[in-house]
């Protein structure tokens, strides 16, 4: 049987030989007590907030330009910059490949029609051909009642014909 490790078991014993007896829980335990015990600290509490100040730009403090205005290929649309050659290729590429996918959907409902015809032949050949299967065995049957009557009667005449065959002995 062959056995594979799992990511974890492997882990867990590198970091539990690394960071002591608690393992990878453990030394989780102890980063998380050791933020919780600076988090409480008067000192680091003023100062997390000066790391924490972060500048966001609202749609108000973009400078207010032209939407048709260009620098190099750029317009600048809803305080977005767009790279308008860039645009313009995917577009046409996106372009070609909807051309692409349409032709291919129309060749397989081309197939498609193809094979519904096929089918309903083959089935209107199967219904023809079940029925002539049907008359061949009835004619057969027929046959088979017309060779037992020949018989008998080729037996009825070979008795009658051993009979004089006697008599005239």
Same mark, same amino acid.
């Given at each position: 049987? !062959? ?16 960071? *002591?007896?608690?393992?990878?829980? *453990?030394? @989780?335990?102890?980063?998380?007590? &050791? ?10 509490? /003023? %100062?997390?907030?000066?790391?924490? &100040?972060?500048?966001? $730009?609202?749609?108000? /403090? ?5 939407? *048709? &205005?260009?620098?190099? *290929? $750029? ?5 977005? $910059?767009?790279? @308008? ?13 909807? @051309?692409? !996918? ?16 096929? !089918? ?18 009835? =004619?057969?049957?027929?046959?088979? =009642? ?7 009667? %080729?037996?009825?005449?070979? &008795?009658?014909?051993?009979? @004089?065959?006697?008599?005239? $002995?």
């Amino acid at each position: 049987m !062959i056995y594979f490790a799992r990511p974890y078991d492997l882990l867990s014993k590198v970091y539990s030989r690394d960071f *002591g007896v608690g393992g990878v829980d *453990g030394f @989780i335990n102890k980063i998380s007590n &050791e933020i919780d015990k600076k988090l409480q600290d008067p000192q680091t509490y /003023d %100062c997390k907030n000066s790391y924490l &100040e972060v500048q966001v $730009m609202t749609e108000s /403090d973009v400078p207010v330009r032209d939407v *048709g &205005e260009t620098s190099q *290929g $750029m317009v600048l649309y809803k305080g977005a $910059m767009i790279d @308008i050659a860039n645009l313009l290729s995917r577009l046409e590429r996106s372009e070609r490949d909807r @051309i692409a !996918i349409e032709e291919k959907v129309a060749d397989q409902q081309a197939d498609l029609e193809y094979l519904r015809a096929m !089918i309903s032949s083959s089935e209107e050949t199967t219904k023809t051909l079940a029925s002539e299967l049907k008359e061949v065995k009835e =004619k057969l049957s027929d046959t088979t =009642k017309t060779m037992q009557d020949v018989e008998k009667t %080729c037996g009825s005449y070979r &008795e009658l014909l051993d009979i @004089i065959h006697l008599m005239t $002995m």
